[in-house]
């Protein structure tokens, strides 16, 4: 038989509710691959003791023997990402400063897959409050990739996409603000997706009308983990009043490469150079899009046709609009400002410094880009870009500061290809693409749906795990 550890969420839910394994063996199956595992990687923190999630699970197991299921997830082990609330653990960002800040309460999607019957272990590392697609920081230390851990993991759902990518976990939830979901899959061979903004409420936290950027969802190694956990996770809350009504209907989703059939794909590429891209990252992206192109998809090269520079300058206006308070209200704790990380200091110092008018202009400026990308989608079904613009990078170095001859004037710069749903509030999908051609790294390419068209990039990405699905099956080597 299979090894428990090896299987998906899916595949697990059914052994379980067909009763072939108890919750009690998979539960002590994956804390003996973490107890293995993340010694070298670093990717779980705050794990609960083994001895209360065994009685978890037990629990579980008398839970079913009664006849009665929470749902799909039931007896199944989950590391929360430490951006969010989970009773019990606390929530430190991955921060010195909230060290021990123990919640009160769930936030919505970890009460959600509580819901479905998870049980939840521990948190998932990530950088410092979220910023940097780096998960390093100076409380539980770097997550290294999952293929190499000489070179990061990608974040900030960094320690969730290790976990999983080393059957740590079965499935993963993160967060994706500037691709925090997205760069992670994209460099340890997994799927992650950006909902539609509001398909997945937030928190809630301290504001519910501006702090529209940031988004949870999925991580998975097969897309029907991927939709069943974003159907989990969505659905309106009425304490989040722009969330979207209603979760997805994802029973329609066929697994077979059919939808490709007709796709029209707009390929932007580096979009006419705008992008500083590392040499190899546009090849291997245009290999997914062929296996697309010979399913018969039409794919087509296009530009943006926007000022990408003006929606660089809009992003900056909007990323420290919303970051800086966050930074702001940690800093009447003691010894905060020497303690946390310099990039988060910046983000507030050029905060302190916005005017509202120059924040209503940004605010224009991305509502005229979201009108431009709905005449966009006039023409064609999905727009295609890297999901990074550089290959995993050392762990021991903060950020890239070059790219070719093109100098990173930001501290995430380099992860500019992702703002683009994230200004427009669409759906968006990492697909693993493929991986460097002498360094077992892997790379993803993005696919960018409609409004609300997630269920629909779902499907386009169904329909690719079948076209490739032998090759998707590699895994990285054992430690």
């Not at 909902?195 to 940031?214: A, E, F, H, K, T």
Request: glycine share 8%; proline share 7%.
């Amino acid at each position: 038989m299979t090894h428990l550890t090896d299987l998906d969420a899916s595949a697990l839910s059914h052994l379980i509710h067909d009763r072939k394994v108890s919750c009690a063996e998979v539960m002590q199956a994956f804390l003996e691959r973490i107890s293995r595992q993340n010694p070298v990687f670093n990717a779980i923190v705050n794990l609960a003791p083994s001895d209360s999630l065994m009685s978890e699970a037990r629990a579980a197991d008398l839970a079913l023997a009664r006849g009665h299921s929470h749902g799909w997830l039931h007896g199944i082990p989950q590391a929360i990402k430490d951006t969010a609330h989970a009773v019990g653990f606390p929530s430190t960002q991955g921060s010195q400063v909230l060290a021990t800040q123990m919640p009160l309460s769930d936030s919505i999607m970890t009460a959600r897959m509580k819901a479905a019957g998870c049980i939840v272990i521990g948190k998932t590392n990530m950088p410092e409050l979220g910023l940097g697609s780096h998960t390093f920081n100076t409380l539980f230390g770097a997550t290294p990739n999952a293929w190499d851990t000489s070179v990061s993991a990608g974040g900030s759902s960094g320690g969730a996409a290790v976990a999983l990518a080393q059957r740590m976990l079965p499935v993963a939830d993160g967060s994706d603000f500037m691709g925090s979901l997205r760069n992670p899959a994209g460099w340890n061979h997994l799927f992650g997706m950006r909902p539609s903004q509001g398909r997945v409420p937030n928190g809630p936290g301290p504001d519910v009308w501006l702090d529209q950027l940031g988004t949870e969802g999925p991580l998975a190694r097969s897309v029907r983990d991927l939709a069943r956990l974003l159907a989990t996770q969505s659905g309106h809350d009425r304490r989040h009043p722009l969330s979207i009504n209603g979760s997805i209907d994802i029973s329609g989703l066929q697994y077979t490469p059919d939808a490709l059939e007709g796709l029209r794909l707009g390929w932007l590429g580096d979009l006419n150079g705008h992008l500083a891209v590392e040499p190899g990252i546009l090849e291997v992206c245009e290999d997914a899009l062929h296996a697309m192109l010979q399913a018969g998809a039409i794919v087509e090269p296009m530009s943006l046709g926007w000022d990408a520079q003006a929606l660089w300058e809009c992003w900056l206006v909007w990323r420290r609009a919303l970051v800086g308070p966050k930074v702001e209200a940690l800093l009447h704790l003691p010894g905060a400002r020497e303690k946390l990380k310099p990039e988060a200091l910046w983000e507030h110092e050029h905060a302190m410094a916005l005017s509202c008018m120059e924040f209503h202009k940004a605010s224009q400026r991305r509502t005229g880009f979201y009108h431009h990308l709905l005449k966009v989608f006039e023409t064609v079904d999905v727009l295609a870009l890297p999901v990074a613009q550089v290959w995993p990078f050392p762990i021991e170095q903060r950020w890239p500061r070059q790219i070719g001859n093109r100098t990173m004037d930001t501290y995430h710069r380099w992860m500019e290809c992702t703002i683009y749903a994230t200004l427009a509030g669409l759906p968006a999908i990492s697909l693993p693409a493929g991986f460097h051609p002498h360094q077992p790294w892997p790379m993803g390419i993005q696919l960018i749906g409609k409004p609300q068209g997630d269920v629909a990039l779902l499907q386009v990405a169904a329909s690719y795990e079948a076209v490739r699905r032998e090759w998707l099956q590699q895994r990285p080597a054992a430690t």
